[in-house]
């Protein structure tokens, strides 16, 4: 971290304070914040010392100026040093109209979500989404599940168990009540504005709260909100349809304990079952059609992946602050320190690819894509054994090929920039062995009692979904286009 310098200041000023000099003639006395504190210079007149304080009052003055131009006498800058290291300089004051314009920024933002919502429905089967609004403003005030005790088969049971739009709104209600309060009171008032034009009477009546001013401004960052307005939309629009309906799920009771290795074993086998069973996604069918050329569909998913990057060590944190046995909390910290500062290879093999630095910097993520961050830092938490025997899910699996590598490089092996830089990432991968890391981590835990088992492999089976239909996203958004476009708000066409 750099070191903190008087020029941060926007523009410095003294505290209100009053100075004189003292009787010497050399020594000058500033009493601010009821201290008075003495002030001299070898070598300089006590009085320019003093006109150099009376003019810091002032956040124009010229002794700013030069101590932000680096024109300024030794001296000076040390006086504006020592007077910053007392607590003795301020800022300028906030605007006052700040919160008010946020405020009026999140109301904008509501309204577009809304009326996309509104436009996505037929007025005629809107009525299908009322349970699910209700629902859904339930799940908001459901309180948060006991650690080492979740299960993601749990939420909405009984009316809507197996609904995996309701399961991710659950997990990303817990992700952001930890990391984007904010989000929540967005979300309250969208599912009320939704219900309201939608005509269900009463209901969001019914469910209003207290509608909550910003705390802050320059803390959370807006384009966030956007990002996870559009994820309720996508959710919401698909949970009272079919394809919402778990495609995988694993309720195989264990009976008795068994050792860390031996259920990663069981959970390998159950993860190639299950790949199986979901069989091939949508992307995979277009990138290996005959077809298929480079072009948005290619660029997209290293998009995604780039997002995904961008925020990876966030799902090893929760595991940070767990009181877990020595070997096991070493190589939780290693694995946060080699995963450290990976999307400097995505962003580069994302530009490579011809996509413009801006559009990455405004680009929002796929809905699912941003539930995949989401999901897999709730489970941490909440399902830690879960977690673990799911970073295969992210990481890959020994002995397992990843089923688009070899057809992505046929497709990009033109761009020598790529090949140069994504070299550079693969390599790095298998050197740090991230395959093997669920079973090095299960090899440090000697016994699981069997709900546990079960609690564990139920959530693995979520995230094999969720991996899947996020590759389904993929090949929806970007698979029609003939010109890249980066996914927003507007952009993105929720499923009515």
């Not at 450290?340 to 690819?353: D, F, I, K, S, W």
Request: aromatic share 10%; hydrophobic share 45%; net charge negative.
């Amino acid at each position: 971290m750099e070191a903190w310098q008087v020029t941060h200041y926007r523009a410095p000023h003294l505290v209100p304070f009053s100075a004189h000099l003292a009787d010497d003639g050399q020594t000058v006395v500033l009493a601010a914040d009821a201290k008075e504190y003495e002030i001299q210079f070898s070598g300089v007149e006590g009085g320019r010392v003093l006109d150099s304080v009376l003019a810091m009052a002032n956040p124009d003055a010229e002794i700013w100026f030069d101590i932000h131009a680096g024109s300024a006498p030794s001296w000076q800058l040390s006086l504006a040093e020592q007077l910053d290291a007392l607590s003795l300089i301020r800022d300028a004051p906030a605007d006052p109209a700040a919160l008010a314009r946020q405020r009026r920024q999140w109301d904008a933002l509501i309204r577009r979500c809304v009326d996309k919502m509104l436009a996505a429905t037929a007025a005629d089967a809107r009525g299908a989404y009322a349970p699910v609004v209700l629902s859904m403003l339930r799940l908001l005030d459901e309180p948060a599940p006991r650690a080492d005790a979740f299960c993601i088969d749990d939420v909405g049971a009984p009316e809507w168990r197996d609904n995996f739009a309701l399961q991710t709104f659950y997990l990303q209600k817990l992700y952001l009540a930890d990391n984007l309060p904010q989000a929540l009171t967005l979300w309250r008032r969208v599912l009320n504005g939704f219900a309201d034009g939608a005509g269900f009477v009463g209901l969001s009546r019914r469910e209003a709260r207290a509608e909550e001013d910003p705390a802050s401004d320059g803390f959370y960052c807006p384009a966030h909100l956007e990002a996870y307005l559009l994820c309720l939309a996508d959710l919401l629009l698909l949970a009272p349809k079919p394809q919402a309906r778990r495609r995988l799920l694993s309720r195989e009771p264990a009976s008795t304990v068994d050792s860390g290795v031996n259920f990663m074993r069981r959970a390998e086998q159950f993860a190639l079952d299950g790949l199986a069973q979901l069989g091939e996604s949508r992307y995979v069918s277009r990138v290996n059609a005959e077809d298929a050329g480079f072009g948005p569909l290619v660029q997209g998913l290293f998009i995604e992946q780039y997002h995904v990057t961008q925020r990876f060590v966030e799902i090893i944190a929760p595991l940070m602050t767990k009181r877990l046995r020595s070997p096991l909390k070493q190589r939780v910290y290693r694995y946060f320190q080699e995963e450290l500062g990976h999307e400097v290879y995505e962003r580069a093999t994302c530009e490579a690819l011809g996509v413009p630095p801006a559009w990455l910097d405004q680009a929002l993520p796929l809905p699912l894509f941003q539930a995949y961050v989401d999901a897999f830092t709730v489970l941490g938490r909440y399902d830690p054994i879960g977690y673990l025997s799911s970073i295969m899910v992210t990481e890959g699996m020994l002995g397992v090929d990843n089923p688009v590598h070899e057809r992505l490089e046929s497709l990009v092996e033109f761009r020598a920039d790529y090949q140069r830089v994504a070299k550079r990432h693969d390599d790095l991968n298998v050197e740090l062995n991230h395959a093997a890391l669920s079973r090095l981590f299960f090899r440090e835990i000697s016994a699981l009692s069997p709900l546990t088992q079960q609690r564990a492999l139920a959530n693995l089976a979520y995230l094999l979904e969720l991996n899947l239909r996020a590759m389904d996203q993929v090949a929806d958004f970007y698979g029609p286009q003939s010109q890249l476009a980066v996914c927003s708000l507007d952009s993105y066409a929720v499923a009515g």
